[in-house]
């Protein structure tokens, strides 16, 4: 039977910057808008002013529209009420709200990304300062923060917020869901300016070319010249038997992440804080995104209140080699940020490390020595590392070695 | 017949006439001086009063009786019980039992807890409230619906009227945590302790009749005795006089707002970088989710710098209490106590010390505490381009809150207001404010989630923040920022007629709120 009555969106006395629309489209009486607001006074004439032309875009001449309004941008109305008419008629069109220049930019391979916020994909009230936490990437989640009967809808509105919501200059990302949906889901996000999609639960190399096929037809058919790079989730046990060929299954490929939640699960065992139970799958992971040449991410630390014990999971991930970690709450950025970069110990151990080097250099020295202490070329090289991370990091100036006083020298 | 009005210094019609008594419209900042003597409550005899000191009758009816309720009296009450108040109500359900009509309720302030007395405004008992107006109340006035007017006074404005005589208080029915029969009264002991009584300091020295309600009678004396027994003239024992949990929260919260605790660590960062937080820094923050956190941030600080803050004005929070147990904090003087911990400091702690508003905000004080305060964080409902701050209405023109403090901690050196951007959908810079509570002269900076304003006037302090890398903006471009998020909000309509006068810290008018136009 064809639906008569399309709702979407949410209300409730907790929901905050969204909007409920009922919506019945009919055949005679005109367009009849009832608005309950709590911004009415305010913006009524406004709210009533977008419906209408929404209407109007849409062809749609005669229709009841209830909405029950917490305050929502114009964005998150207007995809709540595409959702309704799209329950309703069968259309090509999208009603697309402006495209914030500031989001015009396209991201490199090797950027850092020490920390990604997930926002659910279907909660408005979170995304609209997400830019503001200096997060390294934003991601706009629509696998599993969003509830099955809410996906559609969700895909129309991080569409809407991928053109309005200022990201900041955060890697503007999306997590698409499994299989045959995340394929359709890539046409609601490509054509606006992502620059990364996660892969949730990948097994696989193959699913990474479809998805990757999917992408380039959308790039060709628009014309889009920017990168669109892809980090696989890994989350299964044959997931990680097979990182190696998932962390190579592409060159768009920018870094893997693990998923400890369901990798856990698969295994039959209990996540615990020490971690004991996903050692090997960590540290297989590493090896395997090494091996690639890309970077490997550590999973999300779900207790979003204890700050010490994110800390202490920062310092393990970073000495396992991880490059990065999810974050679940804008509060865990600045720490996750800290922890992977390099502290001031390891930078001047390191600087130490690299003069002694130049200095037996210069001597024409063979064997390189700091104190009592051998220094074997891997030890430089890992030093050198360090150095050049604290220097994209602003945490060393570029001349460093110039800057030291003489005497030091 | 409609009232005559005038344009006052600030540029806003104002009557010279409200509730039938002449008014003086606002004229500045420090520029109304009234002279002559303080008003004075009528002389008692000491022989008047039982020998015995035992002054305690059988109810709140009979004290009501004995003090003479009648028509059109002015019955004043403290807010220290907050939202678990069970006297303030109680009062005008007596009154309205015994048949009296017109009265005004002069409270310091008012919780959703006194939603009721709307009962008594629509039959009549009560003429207006003259105090503070929060949520279902504000929203009964702004529609009109109270017979009198409604006059908002700062606490120390309150003060300020009591001394001028602006307002004559018949009865003062002031709730006691703990009292003795005499009437000596204090904040603490007892199951409904509140910590202070700061706000019930004029009313008792003013008030022609006082009556205390206690629900925890100790042998005499109480000590220390934050109201003094010579100026009481009944006390009643009741059972409760509050409800605990709601008299203070078990603890106050830091909020959890990602947004908020941004707006807080910019705050934090803004008083290090500008160089207002210093060693001997003097303090003042509220109990709200954001204050907390930025209390929580300048400790940071403090420790890591190995600073001391010279003194702290309350409103306490467990946080405030933290540094000064901890060494960061040499004192605190407290007009009010906002969870248990700080109940619990008062009490134990001889350097957390009971400052009544009465000295610290009062306009006919000999000097002013608020100026000697080095930060001082405050809220607003809105901001204008002008930094005039508003209050007590929303965007939407309903009357919401009451002033509280916030008029006479304007006075500090520097004000600093951190609040979002725009709440909800609702921008909180504006053209101009809906209803004028502080002129922009006083308000210094303004500290949002999406950048800081400082005031022109403070060329200093814009000055200190050069090269800090803070993200300094104008009010405009914050303003604009905003507009560009939620869109350009349209204005509330207005009726002519006036519903609430707000009161300068000086007892000028210095804005009305008119009565809402319901579309």
């Not at chain 2, 002069?106 to 207006?128: E, K, M, Q, W």
């Not at chain 2, 010279?310 to 060494?327: A, H, I, N, P, R």
């Not at chain 2, 002129?439 to 999406?450: F, M, S, Y």
């Amino acid at each position: 039977m064809k639906k008569s009555v399309a709702i979407a969106g949410n209300s409730g006395p907790k929901v905050r910057s969204d909007c409920e629309i009922v919506l019945e489209i009919g055949s005679g009486g005109g367009i009849i808008i009832e608005l309950i607001s709590k911004v009415k006074v305010l913006y009524g004439e406004s709210i009533k002013n977008l419906v209408a032309e929404i209407f109007d875009f849409f062809g749609i001449k005669h229709a009841v529209v209830k909405i029950n309004d917490s305050g929502a941008l114009p964005f998150v109305i207007a995809a709540r009420l595409e959702s309704a008419v799209k329950q309703l008629i069968k259309t090509d069109l999208d009603y697309l709200p402006g495209f914030l220049k500031e989001n015009s930019y396209s991201t490199t391979r090797d950027r850092f990304r020490f920390s990604r916020l997930y926002l659910p994909g279907n909660t408005p009230g979170l995304m609209i300062n997400a830019g503001l936490h200096s997060a390294d990437g934003i991601i706009l989640d629509l696998e599993d923060s969003v509830a099955p009967e809410k996906k559609d809808e969700a895909r129309i509105l991080v569409r809407n917020a991928l053109r309005q919501i200022n990201f900041c200059g955060a890697e503007r990302m999306v997590r698409i869901n499994q299989g045959e949906r995340g394929l359709e889901d890539l046409h609601f996000v490509i054509p606006h300016n992502v620059n990364l999609v996660l892969l949730p639960k990948c097994e696989s190399s193959e699913y990474i070319k479809q998805v990757e096929n999917e992408i380039e037809g959308i790039k060709s058919k628009l014309n889009l010249k920017d990168h669109v790079f892809l980090m696989p989730i890994i989350e299964s046990a044959l997931g990680i038997e097979n990182s190696f060929e998932i962390a190579r299954g592409s060159e768009n490929i920018v870094a893997v992440a693990i998923g400890l939640e369901d990798y856990t699960a698969d295994l039959g065992v209990s996540r615990t804080a020490e971690g004991k139970e996903s050692f090997y799958a960590r540290t297989r992971l590493v090896v395997a995104a090494k091996a690639a040449g890309i970077q490997p991410i550590d999973s999300v630390f779900s207790d979003v209140t204890d700050m010490e014990a994110l800390k202490q999971n920062v310092l393990v991930s970073k000495s396992l080699g991880f490059e990065g970690m999810g974050c679940i709450h804008p509060r865990q950025i600045p720490i996750i940020k800290q922890g992977f970069a390099p502290d001031g110990n390891e930078i001047e151990k390191s600087k130490k490390i690299i003069l002694a080097f130049e200095a037996a250099k210069l001597k024409g020295l063979g064997v390189v020595a700091l104190g009592s202490k051998m220094i074997d070329p891997p030890v430089v090289a890992r030093a050198q590392k360090i150095i050049d991370l604290a220097v994209r990091l602003d945490l060393l100036s570029s001349d460093w070695m110039n800057e030291i006083p003489p005497v030091e020298k | 017949m409609p009232t005559k009005t005038v344009i006052n210094a600030a540029g806003r019609s104002v009557p010279l006439e409200i509730n039938g008594q002449p008014v003086v419209p606002y004229k500045g900042v420090g520029k109304h001086k009234p002279e002559g003597r303080k008003y004075s409550p009528p002389i008692p005899t000491c022989s008047d009063y039982p020998e015995d000191g035992n002054k305690v009758v059988n109810s709140l009816e009979e004290a009501l009786r004995k003090c003479g309720i009648g028509d059109g009296m002015t019955i004043s009450t403290h807010h220290h019980l907050r939202d678990g108040d069970l006297v303030s109500n109680k009062v005008f359900e007596l009154a309205s039992a015994m048949g009296v009509k017109d009265l005004i309720w002069f409270p310091s302030a008012s919780f959703p807890c006194n939603d009721p007395v709307i009962n008594y405004l629509d039959n009549g008992t009560i003429n207006r409230i003259e105090g503070s107006m929060n949520g279902p109340l504000g929203r009964y006035v702004s529609e009109g619906r109270m017979k009198g007017t409604a006059v908002l006074r700062s606490h120390g404005g309150r003060v300020q009227a009591i001394q001028d005589g602006e307002v004559r208080i018949d009865i003062a029915v002031l709730a006691a945590p703990t009292a003795d029969s005499f009437g000596n009264a204090k904040g603490t002991g007892g199951t409904s302790a509140c910590g202070v009584l700061g706000y019930a300091k004029a009313d008792y020295m003013y008030a022609s009749k006082v009556v205390v309600v206690t629900d925890n009678l100790v042998d005499l004396p109480c000590v220390p005795m934050e109201i003094e027994g010579n100026y009481v003239d009944y006390v009643v024992v009741v059972d409760k006089i509050g409800i605990p949990e709601k008299i203070v929260s078990g603890t106050t919260q830091i909020t959890k707002s990602p947004d908020r605790l941004l707006i807080a660590e910019l705050t934090a960062s803004f008083l290090e970088k500008s160089g207002i937080l210093k060693d001997g820094v003097t303090i003042q923050a509220g109990a709200g989710g954001t204050s907390l956190a930025i209390a929580v941030f300048v400790h940071e600080i403090l420790k890591n710098k190995r600073w001391k803050s010279k003194f702290g004005f309350g409103g306490s929070t467990k946080y405030m209490v933290k540094m000064l147990e901890e060494g960061q904090m040499g004192f605190i003087l407290d007009a009010q106590a906002f969870d248990l911990d700080s109940v619990k400091s008062i009490e134990n702690n001889p350097n957390h010390v009971p400052y009544p508003v009465f000295n610290a905000y009062n306009y006919h004080s000999k000097g002013n505490l608020t100026s000697l305060m080095d930060i001082m964080i405050l809220g607003a409902t809105e901001v204008d381009l002008n930094f005039n701050g508003n209050v007590v209405t929303h965007s939407d023109g309903y009357l919401l809150h009451g002033i509280g403090g916030w008029q006479n901690c304007l006075h500090a050196r520097n004000v600093i207001l951190p609040i979002p951007l725009f709440r909800d959908r609702i921008p909180v810079i504006v053209d101009e404010v809906t209803t004028l509570c502080g002129p922009g002269e006083l308000i210094d900076v303004i500290i949002t989630e999406r950048g800081i304003a400082i005031n022109p006037l403070r060329q200093d302090l814009i000055e200190s923040v050069k090269g800090s890398g803070l993200p300094i903006k104008t009010i405009k471009e914050l303003k604009d920022e905003a507009e560009k998020i939620c869109g350009i909000p349209e204005k509330p309509q207005f009726e002519d007629e006036i519903v609430a006068a707000v009161k300068w810290v000086d007892g000028t008018v210095i804005d009305v709120v008119r009565k809402i136009k319901v579309r």
